[in-house]
Every structure is written in structure tokens, then in C-alpha cells.
């Protein structure tokens, strides 16, 4: 079975999130007014990993993640953009999807932490045309395939080349054995509404379907003669930028580079803190309060850029989060703590909240909030301990929402001079930040009855001791300072010694109570599907079809239906 | 990694879903008056395969099919019944759940099948409170621990024994690295509305929690000391029985034994017959239009009892599916075919449709509704194939809306000189049969276009010819005798050469098109994770804990987090 882990390129002794434009590989992104071309031209020579050729504008993790950049500096740093033209810039192929070689020498874990981010960014085209008024139109000048097409479906509208020969697939099952799982199977029929039979028939077949048929089958948009395309997709740009809500202007803030150290068991930030130890197999992630008050008004925010302080703390605890899903497999345990004035997090939040028409602002809440979904969906047990010094409130409070368990400390520890701690609610604990199941980590929190919602509400604004929170259901543990040490440490020592996997699968379900959206059908039925192929001998074993791929050796199935 | 195929017990050939209350090794049931007690008391030597005993009220999928008869029984046999009590026949003990030893031992395979089937009785208890009237009330004596405890969050009220050892648990991530996968983890977010954080530390210690907590924290309903607890259960028994919405009366149908022969290719019943080809992987199941008209009234219904078609079609089907599911492993395609005259199917529909306020005709519809869930879950490529003779109407032509893929013929075949086939509607496809996650099969077809439901629903009663069934979208391709035999035998033998797991993970989301409820959930987050943990090494292999539980000897844990 695959398993053995892969060397990086070039030397990098990590998987690195942070790029810009002026070190892309992979992406252009030019901006022309209202609308930004960003172009797919992946170079064979760029794989993340050694071992594999990056061919036909197949994809790895390097790849998404200069493209998640790119798309997240759109929101933030053009505010005039309203529309996003995604294509190749490779003649008649648009994408071959995930690069099968890669995929076939990854970890499982690699395999589904590639999955989840590649579903990550895709989830964030969608997020932003519905929330930033960027609307994404693809152009299909070849074939997209697989992860190709996935792309293209996580976009409002595809155009395909009507050509003969450009097509758009999703062969992974009869070809490779594993699941279109970076969202295709579920927006072909969620999303596309392509009707069930037709999609069967579909993600069966090797070549895809072109011409007609695909825009009969929901498949595509429209097809378009090649003579006509650049004059279509022009058209459509302009349609679409006449549609968009967004409403931005003025300047865009420039995403700078983060400020951050990286040790051996430790990253530190500008405002947030990570601390890795590795035998107690657990990372502290503490968030500082900001030091004073929010800018006065708008133009104040601007000039502070990348350094205001929510959209700082947001990239920057992004950043940890990310890495250590990915660079530290060992680690089983995520455990939030804050520092700092709390009145100035409050300030900060009712910036958010008295400025929330303005489209910077909009940015840096939706951003939050795509954050947050990113903890919900780690793989981690997630702890907030709640002390003295702590300046958990309103945003930073989500992440005590976002804990499978949180403990908070009732009055001051002996010998420490800092006030007991206090949680604190804002108005955006009740609205910014739903989860990708569409509730609030509150409404979650308070599905057995929905008054306690409404009780929390009117505390809006008051600093709760650890008592007040437990009655009002905010945290699951108010403990004493006799009490805190023995129960803190058993449960973090007993937590790192169950089955990571059970963690995994039990976290995944608790989590998520209530509805289920296209979105987190993505991460649920897709995903837990694709995970278990993930294992599944006929897909990764030595005579699977994922390592058999491009052999010349047919894969051999046992053929048992499960 | 468990895998060996076990021997079953007694020298059986093969799992036999057939039993009746005559025969039980396992359970009890006594009706009283309107309160029936259903009461576990496991054989430990009643085991379904050689190799384990069944201590404490642990159960395998034989006790598990002694079960789902009862709660089918209780349905039609007892019209008077509206409550039922779940309790044990053992001191000071529930249910210890689902046996260990047989987990650690089955197939993957095997495990997967059996959770389906324990998922699928206990949603039974569901839809008969909900939709029959017959309430669950569930008495814990004792340990009611994993899938004891979810059996009894199954039902519709938990009276827990306030004795001081009397416990609820879902222990199974912290003693066995597996998830409480039979509906547990959703039912205590989704249905009991246990908050997520005391979920997450009740499913994480062994030996669960009893007394005030469990009522306080939403576990069970009511705590009762032993004392009082006969009392308690007989007022709750009115209280449930008073509130309940059984309106039947008169006389149930005794469910009397199938008529079946099983030959080594070959299952006959009296309206269903399965051929089995094992060189193409596939089963054709064939359904026989009832020989005339439905009886007259009511009555006629009653003296025909367990053979008045649809009620004898419904038992025969879910039969052979639970059969095929279990024992025929490597079946990679069921091909549903039907043959008689349609027009005597619609009369039974229609009797169905104008009786529908009769208790027992809501039975017949509710069971054909719970046969065809069975079908949408099983994972194996359902086909329908609408040929001359066939009598795909109403309830039969749902066959042909579950498949992942239909064909039709247009007109007849050279030298058969039976009419063309036709696809009929009728009310019942309108409503009757909902899928797990609450939308018809033919609402999940037409999710582009709603009109298009309106538009199908405008010709019910009409005899479609294959390219008007196609023009409606109710068959995957009509085709013409000339291609007939080439599509549809490439379409089979190209399927049968595809990895199963793939076409499992395939089906199992392009089914579910648009919401989940609770119930689909279970199948969908719930299940899905656990198939993966049921495949990995922490919980399967042999230092994994499944296997090592009862040894002595500590699991030992690949440590990375996924």
C-alpha cells in the first residue's frame, strides 16, 4: 500500500502555505478593471514533492495552494473586481485534475488533507461570488477531467469550447477506481442538478461527454464555437460584472507577507503563538488581545492594512492551522488559549459590527468565518481553556464554540495576581460565523432548546465569571483551582491515547448536529466516502487501480461488493 | 486484518432473514392488551456463526433478525398494540451491544452489512411510532452499553433504573477505536439533543453515565428507583398508549411463512424470482404482476391476508435484497424486470390509494416504503430493464426511478409478439414512498426543473411508450431493438469490470440528491465514517483495538491524526 512519505522539492522541510503572486509557478493573475483572468499553467518541472511531472496542467497540493491565494487576494486587495475568468493557458487541454502519480505515492493522510484543503478552496470560489459579489466563469478550451472539471464545477457558470474534441469528465471511477471527491459527485447533482441517471452515466464513462449533449445534461452552460469564444467570454464577463452585488471600491489592502518565526516547537506570529509538544502530542495556539483600540473609522482601517488586527489574527491563526494539519500528523490535540484585554477584542468586534455595510469589512467577517470552518473540519480534538488573563470574547469566543470540550477556571489561581477569567458575548456570536451546515456554533450549541439562544443573547456585552458561563451552557466545565490541574491534564493525557481514527470519525459527526448543506455534504458523505476508498485495497493496494494507473497493467479487483 | 470468512453455527448454508416467534432464540414477545413487552434475553449459545458466545445481551445480525421480525409482526399481526416495551430479560443488565468477538472476527464485509441491517431495524422503531402509532418505551435495568444504548435511543422514551449502577454508554471510542456506528453519535446530537460537548465527553469515557446527569444531560428521560420502576413503566404505557395515533382495529394479517425455494442459481417465490449468473455478476429480479383485480373492500384484503399481492411482493423483495446483500457477495448488479399485465398493478395501486386511511393498507405502504429504502441503500448497481410484457406501473415503476440507470424499449422485439413495453404512473409515486432523506424518488429526479414533477404527475394513468417515457425523464435511454442488445450487454459487463468500492462510494452519493434528515445522516456521515474506521489498522488490524479487546494486551496505535 502507499504509504511512504514523499520528499519535498527543492529542500523545504515543510509544506508551506504562504506565497504571492511574485513566486507563482503555476497561476497568472492579471486584472483588467472589473475582471480578473486567472490562468492555469502549471509547470510540469514544480511539483510540491519530488517523484512526479506536473503534465497536462495536473495539479498537487503547490498548485491549490498558490491558487487559494490568488482567489483570496482578489476579495481583499481588488475591490474592483466582480468577475473571475478562470482558464488554461495550455493549448486544448483546460485540466487533467489531480496529478495521479502524486496521488498514487501519497499517505493516506496526505491524500485526505490534500482532499480537504483542494475542497477548502473550491468551497471559497462559491463562498466568494455569494458573499463578495466575485462571480467565476470558466473556460473549458480542452479537456477538463476529473479535478479539472471539478474546478470548473465550483464556479457560477462553464463555458465549453464547442470544438469536436473539448470535453468535460469525470473518469475517476472507471479509470482510477476512486471517487470525483473534491466536491464532484455532489454539485454534478446538488449544484448542477444534472439528473441522477444522466450523472451515473456520466462518472462512468473514460472520455466524457462534449458538444450538446453536455449543455442537455447540465454539464456546462453553453458551448461555443472557438471562432466565437473570446468574444462570448467577454460578453459573459461584462453580464456578469453588470449582475454582481459587490460593492467595493477605493483602495484594496495588500495581504503582506505574515511576520513569523518558525522554531522547532514553536511559530510565533505578530498576535497569535503556537507551541508544539510533541511527547504530550498537542499545539497551544494562544491569541493576543489587541494592544489598544480599533481605528477610528474607515480610512483608519485601510491605513492599518494587513495589520488590523482581526484580518491579522485571521491569516495568522489560518496559517498555524493549516500547518499543522499537515506538518504535524503526530499532533492530537489543537488547544485555544487568548491573552489580553478583552474590552479591546469587544472593541474590535463592534467595528465589525457598526461597519459591516463596508466591503473591507465584509471581507475580514467572511474571512473569520472561513476560519472558523476550517477548525470545524480539522481532524483534531479541539480545546479551549478558558484563564485568567484570557480575552475570550465574541470572535475569539467562537473558538470556544468551535472546542469539542472547554474548560474555564472559576476565580484566580493562588499566587497569580490576574483577574479570574471571563468569557464574553458580542453580537457576532449570533450571525457572522455559520458553520458549513449553515447554523452558528450557538444554534448548535443550543439545538435542545432554542431559548437558551435567546437567554445568551441578552447577555450580549457582559463579562461572565466561569459559573455564569456553565449556567448559560458557554463552556462544558467551570472548574476550581483545586480541581483544574488533575482535570485538565487526565483528560489531554487520555484524549492522546485513544485511536486517532475514532477521534476522527466520532469529532466528525458530533460537530455537525442538525442540517447538512451542499457544503458539508462535501465533507461528510463525499469526503467519508472518499476516505474509505482512500483504504480500500482496489483503489491503493499495490494491484489498485491508483498505482496500476499508467502501468500498462490492469488494476485486479477483488470483486467482493461491500 | 480480520478477514477470514466465518462458519455459521448449526451448519447453515447461508443467513436466513425468514423467522417467526416460534422459532426465537433471542427475544420475547408478549402482548398484552394494547402494550406489548418485547423482552432481549440472548441465547449465549445462539450465536449466528461458530466461534463466539453471545454474553451479557451482546448481539450478532441472527439476534438482530429475530428483532426486526417482532417490530414487523407487531405492525400487522397486532392492530391493538400501541406501545412497546423494550426491556431485558437479564439482571442488573440492558444490552452489552453488539458482540466483540464476532466484530473483531467478521469480514469487512460482514461488519458493514450487519450495521446496515441494525441501522435499518432500528430506524423501523422510528417509523412505526411515527408513522404506526406503536410507541417505544425502553427500560434500562442495568448496562445499557454501545449498540444497547442505541437501541434504546431508537425508541421514543428511555426510563433508566436509578440504582446506582444502572449506566448508559457509547464506549466504543475509548475501548474498541470504532464509532457507536448504529445511529449512536447522530441520535444523541440529532434526536436527543445532547449538547456536542457533553456528547463528546460522555462518548469518550467507559463507563458511561447514570443517575441526575443522564436525565440532566439529555440522555435518558427519567431516572426511576427500582422500587417504583414496575409502576413507572405501566403509567407510562397508558400515558403513550393515550397519546398515541393508532386508529386500528378488527383483525392483523398473520405474516405467514414465504413460499420459497432456493435452488443453487435461483430463488422462487409466488411473485418474485431472482436468477443468479455468477460469471456476469449480476441477479435479475423478476416481479409478477398480481392475475386479476384487488379484492373488492376491506375485507376481501383481510381474508387474503399475507397473499394479497402488494403485501406478499413487498415480504418477497425484501427477502431476496436482505439474501443477495448478505450471501451473494460478489453480485455486482441487481437487474429488476417485471412481467404481467399493468393494468391489474394500477388497480392495486389504486385500491392502496383509496384505502390509504385503513390501518392495515397504511401498513402495506409503509412497508413497500421501508422495502424500497433497503433497495436505495444497497450497495450494489441497480438496473431496470423495461421490456415487452412488463408491468412497470406505480408502485412497481419505483423500481425503475431507484435504479442508478434504466432502459427501455422501443417497441416490440422482431418474433416476440407481446406489445411494447409501456411505464406507467400512478398517485402512489406521488408521495407514498419518500426516501430516507425525505424527498420521492421522482422529486430527486427533477430537482432542475420542479415543473417537470408537475408535468409527470399530469399523465398518471397513462400506458408511456418508451420515447415518451424518455422525453419525460422517467428512463435513463429508450432504446430500439437494433441497439438494445449491444448497450445494454456492454453497459453490464463494463460495469461488472469496475472497482466495487468505487461504484459503492458512486451510488451512495449521486442517490441522495438535496437534503439529509436524520436518518439518511445515519447512512451518509455516520456510516461512511465508520466504514473507514472499519478499515483501519487502529481498529481492525491485529494490535488494532477490535482485536485486542479481551486479550489483555493494549492496543497499540498508529498515533497520526488523518
Not at 99 to 122: D, Q, S, Y
Not at 312 to 334: C, F, G, K, P, Y
Amino acid at each position: 500500500m502507499a504509504g511512504d512519505e514523499r520528499v519535498l522539492a527543492g529542500g523545504a522541510s515543510f509544506i508551506d502555505f504562504q506565497t504571492d503572486p511574485s513566486r507563482y509557478r503555476h497561476w497568472k493573475l492579471a486584472v483588467d478593471g472589473e475582471v480578473a483572468t486567472l490562468t492555469m499553467d502549471v509547470d510540469e518541472n514544480g511539483g510540491l514533492f519530488e517523484g512526479y511531472q506536473l503534465k497536462l496542467n495536473s495539479y498537487d497540493l503547490g498548485v491549490d495552494i498558490e491558487l487559494a491565494d490568488a482567489v483570496q487576494r482578489l476579495r481583499f486587495e481588488y475591490p474592483e473586481v466582480k468577475v473571475v475568468i478562470l482558464r488554461s493557458g495550455k493549448n486544448r487541454v483546460f485540466c487533467a485534475g489531480a496529478n495521479i502519480r502524486m496521488l498514487a505515492g501519497a499517505t493516506h493522510a496526505h491524500k485526505v488533507n490534500f482532499c480537504k484543503f483542494t475542497n477548502e478552496t473550491r468551497n471559497g470560489f462559491e463562498d466568494s461570488s455569494e458573499n463578495s459579489g466575485q462571480r467565476f466563469i470558466t473556460v473549458v478550451n480542452g479537456t477538463a477531467a476529473g479535478g479539472g472539471y471539478e474546478l470548473a464545477l465550483a464556479t457560477d457558470h462553464i463555458i465549453l469550447a464547442d470544438d469536436g474534441s473539448a470535453a468535460v469528465a469525470l473518469p475517476e471511477v472507471p479509470l482510477l477506481a476512486v471517487l470525483p471527491g473534491t466536491g464532484g459527485l455532489t454539485r454534478v447533482v446538488d449544484k448542477r442538478k444534472v439528473r441522477r441517471d444522466h450523472a451515473d452515466y456520466f462518472c462512468t464513462i473514460e472520455e466524457g461527454i462534449k458538444g450538446k449533449r453536455a449543455v442537455q445534461w447540465r454539464l456546462v452552460d453553453e458551448i461555443v464555437p472557438n471562432s466565437k469564444l473570446e468574444g462570448r467570454i467577454a460578453e459573459r464577463a461584462r453580464e456578469f460584472a453588470a449582475a454582481s452585488k459587490r460593492n467595493a471600491s477605493g483602495q484594496g489592502i495588500t495581504l503582506t507577507a505574515l511576520s513569523r518565526t518558525m522554531g522547532e516547537n514553536t511559530i510565533r506570529y505578530g498576535s497569535v503563538s503556537v507551541e508544539i509538544d510533541r511527547a504530550a502530542r498537542l499545539a497551544t495556539i494562544s491569541i493576543a488581545a489587541p494592544e489598544g483600540q480599533p481605528p477610528a473609522g474607515i480610512d483608519g482601517m485601510i491605513a492599518q492594512g494587513a495589520s488590523f488586527w482581526p484580518l491579522q489574527v485571521a491569516r495568522e491563526l489560518d496559517d498555524a492551522i493549516l500547518h499543522l494539519r499537515i506538518n504535524e500528523l503526530q499532533i492530537a490535540m489543537l488547544v485555544f488559549k487568548s491573552h489580553g484585554e478583552p474590552a479591546n477584542v469587544v472593541a474590535y468586534d463592534e467595528f465589525l459590527e457598526s461597519n459591516k455595510a463596508h466591503w473591507l469589512v465584509n471581507e475580514v467577517r467572511q474571512y473569520w468565518k472561513r476560519v472558523l470552518k476550517r477548525i470545524d473540519v480539522t481532524s483534531r480534538t479541539l480545546v479551549a481553556l478558558v484563564e485568567p488573563g484570557s480575552c475570550f470574547a465574541g470572535t475569539l469566543a467562537e473558538l470556544v464554540f468551535a472546542a469539542d470540550r472547554s474548560y474555564m477556571l472559576i476565580g484566580s489561581r493562588q499566587g497569580d495576581n490576574r483577574p479570574p477569567p471571563s468569557l464574553q458575548l458580542s453580537a457576532l456570536n449570533f450571525g457572522a460565523y455559520p458553520m458549513s451546515h449553515g447554523l452558528t456554533r450557538l444554534q448548535c450549541r443550543f439545538q435542545a432548546n432554542p431559548s437558551d439562544l435567546e437567554r445568551a443573547r441578552a447577555r450580549i456585552g457582559e463579562a461572565l465569571d466561569a459559573e455564569q458561563a456553565e449556567a448559560l451552557g458557554l463552556v462544558t466545565f467551570a472548574l476550581d483551582d483545586i480541581d483544574w490541574d488533575d482535570e485538565v491534564r487526565v483528560f489531554l493525557e487520555e484524549r492522546a491515547s485513544f485511536s486517532p481514527d475514532g477521534l476522527t470519525g466520532m469529532e466528525a459527526n458530533l460537530r455537525f448536529v442538525g442540517p447538512e448543506t451542499m457544503e458539508s455534504k462535501i465533507f461528510s458523505r463525499l469526503t467519508a466516502w472518499q476516505n474509505w476508498i482512500f483504504q480500500r485495497p482496489n483503489a491503493v493496494g499495490e494491484e489498485g487501480a491508483l498505482r496500476r494507473y499508467g502501468t500498462g497493467e490492469r488494476p485486479q479487483f477483488d470483486t467482493t461488493r461491500v
